[in-house]
């Protein structure tokens, strides 16, 4: 069946330490995108990527970082310079052009040791 | 910018009460509007659409129309059960430039037996 794939489902972060979540999709979308979700405050935006090659920040993308290398994959890094990284992670991937709804994976949970 | 407003919840029903969850937004323009629902530790599914005023999107029993005049676009169902218990947000994209979502905080529904 065709879907999204966020990789690992529960994560674990030291002090200083970066870490990366994982995010595949076989729908053929060319957009991607990832939120960041935390309780009360709906979602917000990172980082997104139209095409492969090319990214945007979002609306919080200071301390995260992200690549678009191929067109299935589209990983997000939580750098140690994020201070404040417990969240749940969301990604998503959409069809180019007007009123294309997305399509979510399951989430990543990232905790603080 | 862009924003929607949702009720507050959590809302508590029994099983078989009629569903209200009131959504309201700004925008310039003419947005496209959504209802997304998540269920516990899982991502976001798309529940139903409307991309022009006056439009009814419907899917699973749940209905919203789209109210250009009074900038809404509420969330009915006639008669829920248990198994309708999540969180249900509703988003809007603009119909210009990127397609970035802009979600509500989220409305957590109950639905006791």
């Known amino acids: 069946d065709g879907g999204i794939t966020q990789s690992p489902k529960y994560l674990f972060r030291k002090e200083g330490q970066n870490v990366t979540l994982s995010c595949e999709q076989n729908l053929n979308h060319d957009a991607m995108y990832w939120y960041r979700q935390d309780p009360g405050q709906g979602l917000r935006l990172i980082y997104y990527s139209q095409i492969v090659n090319d990214f945007q920040k979002g609306d919080i993308a200071e301390g995260y970082s992200v690549s678009r290398e191929k067109k299935e994959s589209f990983p997000l890094t939580v750098t140690s310079a994020q201070k404040n990284p417990t969240a749940f992670y969301l990604c998503?991937?959409?069809?180019?052009?007007?009123?294309?709804?997305?399509?979510f994976g399951d989430g990543t949970r990232l905790s603080i040791l | 910018g862009d924003s929607v407003t949702q009720m507050e919840g959590p809302v508590t029903l029994s099983e078989e009460a009629f569903l209200t969850i009131n959504c309201t937004y700004t925008?310039?323009?003419?947005?496209?509007l959504f209802w997304y629902v998540q269920y516990p530790g899982e991502g976001l599914q798309l529940l139903l659409k409307?991309?022009?005023?006056?439009d009814k999107g419907s899917n699973k029993g749940f209905e919203a129309t789209y109210r250009k005049e009074t900038t809404s676009f509420h969330l009915e169902k006639g008669s829920v059960q248990v198994s309708d218990s999540a969180v249900y947000f509703c988003?809007?994209?603009?119909?210009?430039?990127?397609?970035?979502?802009?979600f509500g905080t989220g409305t957590r529904l109950l639905v006791s037996p």
């Open positions: 998503a991937s959409s069809e180019q052009g007007t009123n294309q709804p997305q399509h």
């Open positions: 988003a809007l994209t603009s119909n210009t430039g990127f397609q970035k979502l802009v």
């Open positions: 409307a991309t022009k005023a006056d």
């Open positions: 925008a310039t323009g003419y947005p496209s």
